[in-house]
């Protein structure tokens, strides 16, 4: 089952048939991302680098949604991908291209966020979210990648500060609009 807008491309990443397997049916959530990259072709080249040596896939979300609303599928739902920790089996995640703190993620003095979302990734972001609330009947939650994953390591300019890992979709995603139009509870604050 592969839930469909009317602009999503099945586009696989090569190490699919790798991933486990899963039912739908223990989809309980979705889990909203920012790619921290400039753009989609950048998110692939590191969606498919291996990154876990055992079973040779790597890290990514299962749909991506570019700029102008276009919807990529990269990993079937039947199938985990690695997202965020702790909550890949159950989870779904969406990926929103926004260069976040790209390039200097982990650098103390670039934190701060300065790319809006574009209406037309929000206006796909819902529409992927309704049909994901039609075919999974499980689905009771949402929630940031920074709301599951807390943690800090050491800034990359200053060991003596710690910075967050993960900090997406960051603070100008527009969440109020989101949660009042899809109805998802929000969950991990």
Do not use: C
Not at 125 to 131: G, S, T, Y
């Amino acid at each position: 089952m592969n839930p469909t807008t009317p602009n999503t491309a099945y586009n696989p990443l090569s190490y699919i048939d790798r991933l486990d397997e899963r039912a739908v049916e223990s989809i309980e959530l979705v889990v909203i991302h920012a790619t921290e990259l400039p753009d989609l072709a950048t998110a692939r080249e590191y969606g498919e680098r291996i990154h876990h040596e055992s079973s040779q896939t790597g890290n990514s979300g299962h749909f991506y949604i570019d700029r102008d609303g276009s919807v990529e599928l990269w990993v079937p739902l039947e199938r985990v991908a690695h997202h965020v920790r702790g909550h890949n089996r159950n989870s779904v995640g969406i990926e929103l291209v926004n260069q976040g703190r790209w390039p200097n993620w982990l650098d103390s003095r670039h934190q701060d966020w300065t790319e809006d979302y574009s209406e037309a990734q929000i206006e796909a972001l819902i529409k992927l979210l309704e049909k994901l609330q039609t075919d999974l009947p499980g689905l009771q939650s949402i929630a940031g990648h920074d709301d599951l994953d807390t943690g800090v390591v050491n800034a990359s300019d200053d060991a003596s500060i710690t910075v967050r890992r993960k900090v997406d979709p960051g603070p100008l995603f527009p969440w109020g609009e989101v949660e009042a139009r899809v109805g998802l509870k929000r969950s991990g604050m």
